[in-house]
């Protein structure tokens, strides 16, 4: 399995931006690239929800409709790395956000079976 390590969340305002990172462990960087990657959010008594997922090589994206046109997700497997950028943020926005791997591209969370920790996401209106 791939280690994964989220970063960048934090408190912003509605309609600002925040970026995440989603970096794989030097001990799982070989691997990386195998892996499909998204990223869920989960917020207190909401069940954890799809917000987008990225193929290997970057080349197949889906977003859920809640984000598309404003979060964008990307990857760099040279520095194993996946970004989420998140523009014109809402305080519904506001939640757990988690990277995981899975060795197919998929939606849904019991795909996936490597899961990093979460990064906090508030934002405020």
């Known amino acids: 399995q791939v280690q994964l390590v989220e970063s960048g969340g934090g408190l912003v305002q509605a309609g600002g931006s925040l970026s995440l990172s989603c970096a794989a462990s030097?001990?799982?960087?070989?691997?990386?690239?195998?892996?499909?990657v998204g990223w869920f959010r989960q917020s207190p008594g909401k069940e954890r929800e799809f917000v987008a997922v990225?193929?290997?090589?970057?080349?197949?994206?889906t977003y859920a409709k809640a984000v598309k046109g404003r979060f964008t997700i990307s990857r760099d497997n040279a520095k194993n790395t996946v970004y989420l950028q998140m523009n014109s943020l809402k305080p519904e926005d506001t939640a757990v956000y988690y990277c995981a791997g899975s060795w197919k591209f998929a939606t849904n969370a019991t795909d996936f079976n490597s899961w990093g920790q979460g990064t906090q996401v508030s934002v405020s209106s």
């Open positions: 030097a001990a799982s960087g070989r691997t990386f690239s195998s892996y499909a």
């Open positions: 990225i193929s290997r090589v970057g080349n197949t994206i």
